[in-house]
């Protein structure tokens, strides 16, 4: 769900390792053998008839193509990073050759930054916020005698009572220079106001940055303030910002200032002094795994102090799906929330948590996160701990979410995944055409050779490949709509017989001399049937999987 069929499938893509049918960890003696060996196969010069003589030299240039990348080192370490693409990026001519993988990755999104570099003025990064606030406290809060006189019928009043809106987009100027306008829009019970800010960042350094902000508001008046971003050491950086608020009730200047460490690989210690409106002191620890991520905070300060504490669980599944429980404690109260977690779509993440708090009552807040947009749904149920509450809050959005993800999520996922990968295929017809020629034309010139190489075989009672197919193969006879989607690959597979032994590499088949992909997108295999020493064998092989014959394998009964 996570990916895109893009990202799946590119059809444009040649595996120059399955084409040469070698490991690869090949050595250069192993891709030598292989491209010998198909040069004598497609070599132009072995054929007179014309037609045949242009696809020939077509293979031959992309077998000849194939072993040139292989055989260099430089070019192979690219192609085994990046494959085909990452050879066509320019630059790498410049690029010093006895470069181990890891300087050429290092090499490679250096010269993609660059090319980003070139289209700064055509960039943005928008970034929004909405938030709105329920009140549906009238659900479990209400009194009899007010239930009596609602007009409705007794009808429950849930409400609307406060919204925020915020926006933000950045505008690069130079490499260095990034300007970021933002704007705000709050309302609470029918009062509100907003405010709009203008920061300019600059990188000072490949340790640093700076930034200025100026902001107006219809609430708290004009803004003045400085940031700096600073790495004292590669594992501690520091943090330092200054304002100062113009307000009706004059001059309102704060100060904040964070420090934070890397204590191990995993681990973020953080300390951070606040001065002004809300003077506090507050001091973190924070750990982050691959499958949980732990948060410990404790702040004293005025008007706020707390003591907080979160733990969340990572499940390890395609959907990313996360759970999460927190506790915190002060002056204010205490205040439990738990939640849930998950991946719907490639660009979008649900979650849900139950707080519940003295004096703040149970609260359920639903958050989704699209892209660089989230939209917060706080819904206030009670101002009262009741269990009714906390069990519908709780229950109600994981019987909603259940409902809405099989009945409506799975289905169209589904139906987008199948329509994208069509489209797919029909933009990417031609190429497929282009593959299917490809491949025939390989088998016309593959004939000569079998027959040599079965005449060999018969003599020895070696290896004879009866018959082979490779493809989407229907089990179920009952789904008679559904066809096998297969293709004869006996010859190239009795082509690749050498000494009475057929050797496949681990890669999809449909790269090998003479295969095409005949149901793009589909789980492929490769069923085999072979003679070797008079007796027959099957064999069924996944579309990846190396494949080694003769072995044991089930004897079937020969047919006449």
Same mark, same amino acid.
């Given at each position: 769900?996570?990916? %895109? ?39 132009? +010069?072995?054929?007179? +008839? ?13 077998? &000849?193509?194939?072993? =040139?990348?292989?055989? +260099?080192?430089?070019?192979?370490? @690219?192609?085994?990073?990046?494959? /085909?693409?990452?050879?066509?990026? =320019? ?6 050759? /006895? ?7 290092? =090499? ?53 009572? /406060?919204?925020?809106? %915020? ?37 000072? %350094? ?44 004059? !001059? ?37 795994? /691959? ?88 819904? &206030? ?76 075989? =018969? ?27 297969? @293709?004869?690959?006996?010859?190239? !597979? ?30 492929? %295999? ?27 394998? &089930? ?6």
């Amino acid at each position: 769900m996570a990916a %895109s069929v893009e990202d799946e499938f590119d059809f444009n893509t040649q595996d120059y390792y399955s084409l040469l049918n070698v490991r690869k960890e090949a050595t250069l003696e192993e891709l030598k053998s292989s491209y010998r060996r198909l040069c004598m196969l497609y070599h132009p +010069d072995k054929h007179r +008839d014309p037609e045949l003589k242009r696809q020939a030299e077509q293979l031959f240039n992309q077998v &000849h193509q194939a072993y =040139e990348v292989l055989s +260099d080192a430089h070019s192979r370490a @690219i192609y085994d990073i990046f494959g /085909k693409k990452g050879l066509e990026v =320019e630059g790498w001519e410049v690029v010093e050759r /006895k470069r181990a993988p890891a300087e050429i990755r290092e =090499e490679y999104e250096r010269l993609q930054r660059e090319r980003e570099e070139r289209r700064l003025q055509q960039r943005t990064n928008p970034k929004g916020t909405i938030s709105v606030g329920v009140d549906a406290t009238d659900l479990f809060d209400r009194y009899d005698e007010d239930f009596e006189e609602m007009p409705g019928g007794g009808f429950p009043h849930v409400e609307i009572n /406060k919204m925020h809106i %915020s926006q933000s987009i950045e505008a690069p100027l130079t490499n260095t220079d990034t300007a970021v306008l933002s704007g705000s829009l709050s309302t609470h019970n029918g009062s509100g106001g907003g405010n709009i800010n203008m920061t300019v960042r600059r990188v000072t %350094s490949a340790k640093g940055w700076g930034e200025v902000e100026f902001g107006a508001g219809d609430i708290l008046g004009p803004l003045v303030g400085l940031k700096v971003f600073r790495n004292i050491t590669p594992r501690c950086f520091l943090t330092a910002q200054c304002g100062l608020q113009f307000s009706p009730r004059g !001059l309102r200047p704060s100060c904040s200032l964070m420090t934070a460490r890397h204590l191990d690989q995993n681990t973020m210690g953080y300390l951070q002094w606040r001065w002004g409106p809300n003077s506090a002191m507050t001091t973190s620890l924070v750990r982050d795994t /691959k499958s949980s991520h732990f948060t410990l905070a404790l702040q004293l300060g005025v008007p706020h102090s707390y003591l907080m504490m979160s733990y969340q669980y990572k499940f390890q599944d395609e959907d990313q799906t996360k759970v999460k429980g927190s506790v915190k404690t002060g002056w204010f109260g205490t205040v439990v929330e738990y939640g849930a977690e998950r991946k719907i779509s490639r660009h979008s993440v649900l979650s849900a948590a139950v707080s519940i708090g003295v004096p703040q009552g149970v609260t359920l807040k639903i958050k989704l996160a699209r892209a660089s947009q989230t939209y917060l749904f706080p819904v &206030h149920l009670t101002d009262q701990l009741l269990p009714s509450a906390v069990f519908y809050a709780t229950v109600g959005p994981l019987l909603v979410y259940m409902a809405v993800h099989r009945l409506i999520i799975i289905p169209y996922t589904k139906a987008q995944k199948e329509q994208e990968l069509e489209l797919q295929r029909k933009s990417s017809a031609t190429d497929i055409a282009q593959k299917k020629q490809e491949a025939e034309s390989a088998v016309l010139l593959m004939q000569e050779s079998v027959r040599r190489i079965i005449e060999a075989e =018969e003599s020895k009672m070696g290896l004879i490949v009866l018959n082979a197919w490779y493809g989407k193969f229907v089990s179920d006879t009952s789904q008679k709509q559904d066809k096998a989607k297969v @293709i004869d690959v006996t010859v190239p !597979l009795q082509c690749l017989v050498k000494d009475s032994k057929l050797i496949l590499t681990e890669a999809s088949k449909a790269g090998l001399p003479g295969f095409y992909d005949p149901c793009v997108g589909e789980e492929k %295999s490769l069923k085999l049937l072979y003679q070797f020493r008079g007796v027959m064998h099957q064999v069924i092989s996944a579309d990846t999987e190396p494949l080694r014959i003769p072995k044991q394998s &089930h004897r079937i009964e020969s047919e006449s």
